[in-house]
T-cell receptor, first 115, second 117 residues
Framework: AQSVSQHNHHVILSEAASLELGCNYS??????LFWYVQYPGQHLQLLLK??????LVKGIKGFEAEFIKSKFSFNLRKPSVQWSDTAEYFCAVHAMDTGRRALTFGSGTRLQVQP | GAVVSQHPSWVICKSGTSVKIECRSLDFQATTMFWYRQFPKQSLMLMATSNEGSKATYEQGVEKDKFLINHASLTLSTLTVTSAHPEDSSFYIC?????????????FGPGTRLTVT
């Protein structure tokens, strides 16, 4: 079965610092990839998604992610974080060709941005 | 567009009682709905997948008789926690996928916090 690993469980950054959150998955076939964000007290929101084409995907709020197929990775980046980016970030994968319709989520990374 | 609501947002019940949680797609028809459970500071764990008009598919380890799922219409799915116990206390989140969403994007509801005393 496919799995998703987010190695950074808790990241603390100062405002204006650059961010990179790791996401690796274990499935050799075709995948759809997602990053979701959960702000404190709010529901999951889609940050960005990759289905096909350009492996560098740009999302909302200045976030981007790069799909590196050879590394089974889909890392999330932002050049300069803001205090308002404090939230929980989840990477999710949909493994195509498995018949499975649900997403598999990583364990999440809690980002804390200090002013 | 693509709004999913859940009701109630927060519920407290006594041990042994049953609780029903509703998940509605407000502006699209959801052919598939998913129910997740999220423990504090942990990820979402898929409980079951339901298609409108058919029985839900439960993940391994999820008790079908305890977590009853009904997807009676294209805009409503319900999760009933039967004979709830304190260990069932958790955050329950639903998501929905529309008939036109061939890319498997899901839209999430705000979640329901269940506390069993």
């Amino acid at each position: 079965a496919q799995s998703v690993s987010q190695h950074n469980h808790h990241v603390i950054l100062s405002e204006a610092a650059s961010l990179e959150l790791g996401c690796n998955y274990s499935y050799g076939g075709t995948v759809n990839l997602f990053w979701y964000v959960q702000y404190p007290g709010q529901h999951l929101q889609l940050l960005l998604k990759y289905f096909s084409g350009d492996p560098l995907v740009k999302g909302i709020k200045g976030f981007e992610a790069e799909f590196i197929k050879s590394k089974f990775s889909f890392n999330l980046r932002k050049p300069s974080v803001q205090w308002s980016d404090t939230a929980e970030y989840f990477c999710a994968v949909h493994a195509m060709d498995t018949g499975r319709r649900a997403l598999t989520f990583g364990s999440g990374t809690r980002l804390q941005v200090q002013p | 567009g693509a709004v999913v609501s859940q009701h109630p947002s927060w519920v407290i019940c006594k041990s042994g009682t049953s609780v029903k949680i509703e998940c509605r797609s407000l502006d699209f028809q959801a052919t598939t709905m998913f129910w997740y459970r999220q423990f504090p500071k942990q990820s979402l764990m898929l409980m079951a997948t339901s298609n409108e008009g058919s029985k839900a598919t439960y993940e391994q380890g999820v008790e079908k008789d305890k977590f009853l799922i009904n997807h009676a219409s294209l805009t409503l799915s319900t999760l009933t926690v039967t004979s709830a116990h304190p260990e069932d206390s958790s955050f329950y989140i639903c998501s929905a996928r529309g008939a036109r969403d061939v890319r498997y994007e899901q839209y999430f509801g705000p979640g329901t916090r269940l506390t069993v005393t």
